[in-house]
């Protein structure tokens, strides 16, 4: 028949013939930036601050909140190493996405002023538009 025969070839290109598709919510976004060796803070914070910008406009565009920046870190002799650092309030402003992501390549960078060849910003702990969000007890 017919619908036999829809059936298999999408299935042999992988579609889905099912009309609901199931768009789970995202749990966290980022971005990685690789690049030569370097330690160099202020060509760090360049990075740091050109994906804070553009994960914060994702984030606006959609209308989500984040409470946990991560930064990741990759050295030249390929060890990584995070860091996180979470707000008290759910926030998607650009600035606050930034300076958290400085604030914490600063104080890495301090503690062991390595050189990098990787360092990516990554934000999750959403807050959906909708979504109830538990107040703390200093809210209350």
């Given at each position: 028949?017919?619908?036999?025969?829809?059936?298999?070839?999408?299935?042999a290109?992988?579609?889905?013939?099912?009309?609901?598709?199931?768009?789970?919510?995202?749990?966290?976004?980022?971005k990685?930036?690789?690049?030569?060796?370097t330690?160099?803070?202020?060509?760090?914070?360049?990075?740091?601050?050109?994906?804070?910008?553009?994960i914060?406009?994702?984030?606006q565009?959609?209308?989500?909140?984040?409470k946990?920046?991560?930064?990741?870190?990759k050295?030249?002799?390929?060890?990584?190493?995070?860091?996180?650092y979470?707000f008290?309030?759910?926030?998607n402003?650009?600035?606050?996405?930034?300076?958290?992501?400085i604030?914490?390549?600063?104080?890495?960078?301090?503690k062991?002023?390595?050189?990098?060849?990787?360092?990516?910003?990554?934000?999750?702990?959403?807050?959906?538009?909708?979504e109830?969000?538990?107040?703390?007890?200093?809210?209350?």
């Amino acid at each position: 028949s017919q619908k036999f025969r829809e059936f298999i070839f999408h299935s042999a290109i992988g579609i889905s013939l099912d009309k609901k598709v199931n768009k789970e919510k995202r749990k966290s976004l980022g971005k990685e930036c690789t690049f030569n060796g370097t330690d160099d803070i202020v060509v760090l914070m360049d990075y740091v601050e050109m994906m804070g910008y553009k994960i914060s406009k994702k984030l606006q565009r959609n209308n989500i909140s984040c409470k946990t920046v991560t930064v990741k870190f990759k050295s030249v002799d390929f060890v990584n190493y995070t860091k996180s650092y979470s707000f008290d309030n759910y926030t998607n402003k650009t600035k606050d996405i930034i300076n958290c992501g400085i604030k914490i390549l600063m104080e890495e960078h301090q503690k062991e002023h390595m050189k990098l060849r990787l360092i990516g910003v990554r934000v999750n702990n959403f807050l959906y538009p909708g979504e109830f969000r538990q107040k703390t007890i200093f809210e209350c």
